[in-house]
T-cell receptor, first 110, second 113 residues
Framework: RKEVEQDPGPFNVPEGATVAFNCTYS??????FFWYRQDCRKEPKLLMS???SGNEDGRFTAQLNRASQYISLLIRDSKLSDSATYLC???????????FGTGTRLLVSP | GAGVSQSPSNKVTEKGKDVELRCDPI?????LYWYRQSLGQGLEFLIY????????KSGLPSDRFSAERTGGSVSTLTIQRTQQEDSAVYLC???????????FGSGTRLTVV
């Protein structure tokens, strides 16, 4: 079983739609959580951290459920420019390295 | 510099040759990471440097792979006797202290022919 699992998609949504991705992680000692965005043939870029209380950044909302060991990302009012692969990322206690999921691909169409 | 700089951006090499990939992290960042990403795959951890501590080499796939970080700044990833399965994008990232805010370079696309 992979340490971080994501639905690879693709998720095809029209502009303006709301879309949500989930991610599960297997290590209960995981301490930090992030969503990264990766455009085709580009490097990953930090989208947002995920806090226990949930957090929002504009159209993006991230949530963490430690009991069920999953993380979610909600995108409201999707834009064409949101088309990318969204990577769920976990950092485990004491290891100081990021463990990446394989990503969920989002395609937003006109 | 303002970001993480990697060179070369592209490298084509013949099977069996050695290659060196360079990473210049953001100034002041003590943590430096190497990952690789094969076509259509997720990021695979290779090695992690934090300050003067011994590096975490647990992700290096074989003894053909090695990395060093000189003076706590620039890092070089060396692959000896390259194989076709080494073809991938090699990404370097740095972080202020290893706990938050990793910034990636644009990567080196390695093709072994």
């Amino acid at each position: 079983r992979k340490e971080v699992e994501q639905d690879p998609g693709p998720f095809n949504v029209p502009e303006g739609a709301t879309v949500a991705f989930n991610c599960t992680y297997s290590n209960s000692a995981s301490q930090s959580f992030f969503w990264y965005r990766q455009d085709c043939r580009k490097e990953p870029k930090l989208l947002m951290s995920v806090y226990s209380s949930g957090n929002e950044d504009g159209r993006f909302t991230a949530q963490l459920n430690r009991a069920s060991q999953y993380i979610s990302l909600l995108i409201r009012d999707s834009k064409l420019s949101d088309s990318a692969t969204y990577l769920c990322v976990v950092m485990n206690t004491g290891f100081q390295k990021l463990v990446f999921g394989t990503g969920t691909r989002l395609l937003v169409s006109p | 510099g303002a970001g993480v700089s990697q060179s070369p951006s592209n490298k084509v090499t013949e099977k069996g040759k050695d290659v060196e990939l360079r990473c210049d992290p953001i100034s002041g960042h003590t943590a430096l990471y190497w990952y690789r990403q094969s076509l259509g795959q997720g990021l695979e951890f290779l090695i992690y440097f934090q300050g003067n501590s011994a590096p975490d080499k647990s992700g290096l796939p074989s003894d053909r792979f090695s990395a060093e970080r000189t003076g706590g700044s620039v890092s070089t990833l060396t692959i000896q006797r390259t194989q076709q399965e080494d073809s991938a994008v090699y990404l370097c990232a740095s972080s202020f202290d290893g706990s938050y805010g990793y910034t990636f370079g644009s990567g080196t696309r390695l093709t072994v022919v």
